[in-house]
């Protein structure tokens, strides 16, 4: 049972302020809930930043118990009820891998190398499973009643059940959050300049994005803009698309570190948000209400969004120096910086991470419901290093552009997902699957084994080699090059790392120290 909201607000107060979560936050004796005390709306513009972090970070690593309102007895991850009311998802069926909850943490997935990491494939994440109620391994779940048919009320089978997903990292994701917010702002601002009749090419921190066109009708032509998921794309006569950059999930869709959140809480853990589901509200059937509240939530969002970006380990050797010297040079030579362009400026003091989201769907704190809160995450106050600002601009090496790529070769090729994500459930073009993802980031990217989108690939060299459709001529690029040449750009990426906790540089030798010449490495 949740403690009532009356007087726990001044004793969360007391807690945060004294940077502890100690006997005052235990609950009552014989208690067993992870979180006995939450935040209350509106203490988080009253603790500090720091105290606010160290808060979401034990909500990220909290093990949710049904005392916190675990689990969504009649509901499904997507947030509707289930379909078949009298099959409950309670012991024996309160957990599963597909259709979840699955996991009593955010931490249990996000943990490679640290807390906020990716995840070994053990912790992959079934995407779009969590639209049925209960469907597991077994194929006779198929053909089961309670949610084992598809939109179109036709039976499902385990292959176009769910997509699987590596657990991505979120180390630096406020860095990414604020430039998908900026490239936004830009390509609207574009959009906004159209006038019937004509066509301006979609271009932002130099990557383009297509063009956009404007009938003379005043209706819009999204044919020939390029790399944006079918969301961003949506225009209905003279409705235009909204345009919006979508950071987050490997199919890029998903705008902001907060929606990120509130989805997870439910869809995994079965833990639902005030914001979303409504405050005294039981949803799930749980008899647990207001399980987390706006200030949970916004804590657990900044938490992810000061994660230190990640940075470079250089080897102490001579001879991998030069390695890694010559393989980035050739990473982009063969073309591999196209896509994954090294650094992206942020600009116009970007790097004030802010909640919420102005471009947060509904369900999601907007603008307007809540005072805005603000983080500099250049601060030397938050968990370092930071990235800091030159002349007036953030470089963020996250090595990508923000664009969905069909980087696969057709139906036929293994990599192809068997489901869109981005296309309406049961709709022709859903099950027709697809091969776009959004370009890795690569910062960060070889101490979160294993690799590929789907996270079966043991090695990077596997996964460049993968490579296709779009990006054919650099995989072709990569295998003409000699054989030591390409053992020099893996190497380069060896040296792309999340940095051990408290390091003194982004860039850092084997042994932590911080890299004395920056330029010889």
Same mark, same amino acid.
């Given at each position: 049972?949740?403690?009532?909201?009356?007087?726990?607000?001044?004793?969360?107060?007391?807690?945060?302020? =004294?940077?502890?979560?100690?006997?005052?936050?235990?609950?009552?004796?014989g208690?067993?809930? =992870?979180i006995?005390?939450?935040?209350?709306?509106?203490?988080?513009?009253?603790?500090?930043i720091?105290?606010?972090?160290?808060?979401?970070?034990?909500?990220?690593?909290?093990?949710?118990?049904?005392?916190?309102? +675990?689990?969504?007895?009649?509901?499904?991850g997507?947030?509707?009820?289930?379909?078949d009311?009298?099959?409950?998802?309670?012991f024996?069926?309160n957990?599963?891998?597909?259709s979840?909850?699955?996991?009593?943490?955010?931490?249990?997935?996000?943990n490679?190398? /640290?807390?906020?990491?990716?995840?070994?494939?053990?912790?992959?994440?079934?995407?779009?499973?969590?639209? %049925?109620?209960?469907?597991?391994?077994?194929?006779?779940?198929? $053909?089961?009643?309670?949610?084992?048919?598809?939109?179109r009320?036709?039976?499902? $089978?385990?292959? @176009?059940? =769910?997509?699987?997903?590596?657990?991505?990292?979120?180390?630096?994701?406020? /860095?990414?959050?604020?430039l998908?917010? !900026?490239?936004?702002?830009?390509?609207?601002?574009?959009?906004?300049?159209? *006038?019937?009749?004509? #066509?301006?090419?979609?271009?932002s921190?130099?990557?383009?994005?297509?063009?956009?066109?404007?009938?003379?009708n005043?209706?819009?032509?999204?044919?020939?803009?390029?790399?944006?998921?079918?969301?961003?794309?949506? @225009?209905?006569? $003279?409705?235009?698309?909204?345009?919006?950059?979508?950071?987050?999930?490997?199919?890029?869709?998903?705008?902001?570190?907060?929606? %990120?959140?509130?989805? +997870?809480?439910?869809?995994?853990?079965?833990? !639902?948000?005030?914001?979303?589901?409504?405050?005294?509200?039981?949803?799930d059937?749980?008899?647990?209400?207001?399980?987390? @509240?706006?200030?949970?939530?916004?804590?657990?969002?900044?938490?992810?969004? @000061?994660?230190?970006?990640?940075?470079?380990?250089?080897p102490?050797?001579?001879?991998?120096?030069? *390695?890694?010297?010559?393989?980035?040079?050739?990473?982009?030579?063969?073309?591999?910086?196209?896509?994954?362009?090294?650094?992206?400026?942020? #600009?116009?003091?970007?790097?004030?991470?802010?909640?919420?989201?102005? /471009?947060?769907?509904?369900?999601?704190?907007?603008?307007?419901?809540?005072?805005?809160?603000?983080? &500099?995450?250049?601060?030397?106050?938050?968990?370092?290093?930071?990235?800091?600002?030159?002349?007036g601009?953030?470089?963020?090496? *996250?090595?990508? &552009?923000?664009?969905?790529?069909?980087?696969?070769?057709?139906?036929?090729?293994?990599?192809?997902?068997?489901?869109d994500?981005?296309?309406?459930?049961?709709?022709?073009?859903?099950?027709a699957?697809?091969?776009?993802?959004?370009?890795r980031?690569?910062?960060?990217?070889?101490?979160?084994?294993?690799?590929?989108?789907?996270?079966?690939?043991?090695?990077?060299?596997?996964?460049v080699? +993968?490579?296709?459709?779009?990006?054919?001529?650099?995989?072709?690029?990569? $295998?003409?090059?000699?054989? /030591?040449?390409?053992?020099?750009?893996?190497?380069?990426?060896?040296?792309?790392?999340?940095?051990?906790?408290?390091?003194?540089?982004?860039?850092?030798?084997?042994?932590?120290? *911080?890299?004395?010449?920056?330029?010889?490495?």
């Amino acid at each position: 049972m949740r403690l009532s909201r009356t007087g726990v607000s001044a004793l969360a107060l007391i807690v945060c302020s =004294a940077g502890v979560w100690g006997s005052t936050s235990r609950g009552r004796i014989g208690q067993e809930s =992870a979180i006995p005390v939450h935040l209350q709306d509106g203490d988080e513009y009253r603790v500090s930043i720091r105290d606010l972090i160290e808060y979401g970070k034990r909500l990220f690593t909290a093990m949710w118990t049904i005392q916190d309102g +675990a689990g969504r007895p009649l509901s499904k991850g997507t947030g509707a009820p289930l379909s078949d009311l009298s099959r409950p998802l309670v012991f024996p069926r309160n957990f599963n891998r597909i259709s979840g909850p699955d996991t009593n943490s955010c931490s249990g997935c996000h943990n490679k190398p /640290y807390v906020g990491g990716g995840g070994d494939i053990v912790g992959n994440v079934f995407v779009l499973g969590q639209r %049925f109620d209960f469907i597991t391994f077994n194929p006779a779940d198929a $053909t089961l009643t309670g949610g084992a048919f598809d939109e179109r009320g036709l039976p499902v $089978t385990l292959q @176009t059940v =769910a997509d699987s997903r590596k657990t991505i990292g979120m180390f630096g994701s406020g /860095y990414i959050e604020m430039l998908a917010r !900026q490239i936004t702002a830009d390509l609207q601002s574009i959009r906004d300049s159209i *006038a019937p009749g004509q #066509t301006r090419p979609l271009v932002s921190k130099g990557i383009s994005f297509g063009s956009l066109s404007r009938r003379n009708n005043g209706s819009w032509d999204v044919s020939n803009v390029e790399g944006l998921p079918a969301p961003s794309l949506q @225009t209905s006569g $003279t409705v235009p698309p909204n345009l919006i950059i979508r950071p987050f999930h490997q199919a890029g869709n998903v705008i902001s570190l907060r929606q %990120f959140t509130n989805n +997870a809480f439910n869809h995994h853990h079965g833990m !639902q948000a005030e914001e979303r589901f409504g405050i005294g509200v039981d949803s799930d059937g749980d008899a647990v209400v207001n399980e987390l @509240t706006r200030a949970d939530i916004t804590a657990a969002t900044v938490f992810q969004a @000061t994660l230190p970006p990640p940075g470079r380990v250089i080897p102490d050797d001579p001879e991998f120096q030069a *390695a890694v010297r010559i393989g980035e040079d050739r990473f982009s030579k063969i073309g591999c910086a196209t896509c994954h362009i090294p650094a992206l400026p942020l #600009t116009n003091r970007g790097w004030i991470y802010t909640e919420p989201n102005p /471009y947060n769907p509904p369900g999601n704190l907007q603008p307007g419901d809540a005072s805005q809160l603000s983080v &500099d995450l250049t601060s030397d106050d938050l968990p370092g290093p930071r990235l800091k600002p030159t002349n007036g601009v953030v470089w963020v090496p *996250a090595f990508t &552009d923000f664009k969905l790529h069909d980087i696969t070769d057709g139906l036929n090729d293994p990599n192809r997902e068997p489901l869109d994500q981005n296309q309406t459930p049961g709709t022709e073009e859903f099950f027709a699957g697809s091969g776009k993802f959004i370009t890795r980031k690569l910062w960060g990217i070889a101490n979160q084994h294993s690799f590929g989108h789907h996270g079966m690939y043991t090695t990077m060299r596997e996964a460049v080699l +993968a490579h296709a459709g779009e990006a054919a001529n650099s995989r072709a690029n990569f $295998t003409w090059v000699t054989s /030591y040449e390409q053992d020099c750009v893996i190497e380069f990426l060896k040296s792309l790392q999340i940095l051990p906790p408290n390091s003194s540089s982004l860039l850092i030798e084997d042994g932590g120290a *911080a890299k004395v010449n920056p330029s010889r490495h």
